[in-house]
């Protein structure tokens, strides 16, 4: 039997990755969706072989009014083979972000179009929580866990 993934759903969900020299460009750990809400509980790190790690969030900037912004949650620095990093400091993201908007985020109105994941035309851009080693023979495996609300 699926998941139920309708509106006012929330549910458990985690991603597993293999991140080696196979994989050389950023990789996305959560795909955000349009009126979700992501909850990321934890994130473990395992340094298969010696590099850093960068986790950020790709998403709108309220101060900047600008979309598609890099912005970083954590970087490990330079990490020993076989040693773990646990990010389990809880934080939320939108699904989504109004396109064609314009910042920074200094009334209700923009703060609403924020949290409606809408620009008021129907026009989004999802968010994505990605993950950046440092060097291309650097390997990570990596878990998210995280709650999934469906607001639609």
Same mark, same amino acid.
């Given at each position: 039997?699926?998941? @139920?993934?309708?509106?006012?759903?929330?549910?458990?969900?985690?991603?597993?990755?293999? &991140?080696?020299? @196979?994989? /050389?460009?950023?990789?996305?750990?959560? !795909?955000?969706? %349009?009126?979700?809400?992501?909850? =990321?509980?934890?994130?473990?790190?395992?340094?298969?072989?010696? $590099?850093?790690?960068? #986790? !950020?969030?790709?998403? !709108?900037?309220?101060?900047?009014? /600008?979309? *598609?912004?890099? #912005?970083?949650?954590?970087?490990?620095?330079? /990490?020993?083979?076989?040693?773990?990093?646990?990010?389990?400091?809880?934080?939320?993201?939108?699904?989504?972000? +109004? @396109?064609?908007?314009? $910042? +920074? #985020?200094?009334?209700? /109105?923009? %703060?609403?179009?924020?949290?409606?994941?809408?620009? $008021?035309?129907?026009? !989004?851009?999802?968010? %994505?929580?990605? =993950? &950046?080693?440092?060097?291309?023979? @650097?390997?990570?495996?990596?878990? =998210?866990? &995280?709650?999934? %609300? *469906?607001?639609?």
């Amino acid at each position: 039997m699926a998941i @139920a993934r309708g509106a006012g759903t929330e549910i458990i969900r985690s991603a597993h990755l293999e &991140y080696d020299a @196979a994989n /050389t460009t950023d990789q996305t750990l959560i !795909y955000g969706v %349009q009126h979700h809400i992501y909850t =990321v509980l934890s994130v473990i790190c395992s340094c298969v072989i010696e $590099g850093s790690l960068e #986790m !950020y969030l790709n998403g !709108y900037d309220s101060i900047g009014g /600008t979309t *598609n912004s890099n #912005m970083t949650v954590f970087q490990s620095g330079v /990490t020993s083979t076989l040693d773990t990093f646990v990010w389990n400091d809880k934080f939320s993201f939108n699904g989504a972000e +109004p @396109a064609n908007f314009t $910042g +920074p #985020m200094d009334d209700a /109105t923009k %703060q609403n179009a924020i949290a409606d994941q809408d620009d $008021g035309n129907g026009s !989004y851009v999802a968010q %994505q929580l990605r =993950v &950046y080693k440092s060097t291309t023979a @650097a390997k990570w495996d990596i878990t =998210v866990t &995280y709650i999934d %609300q *469906n607001n639609a």
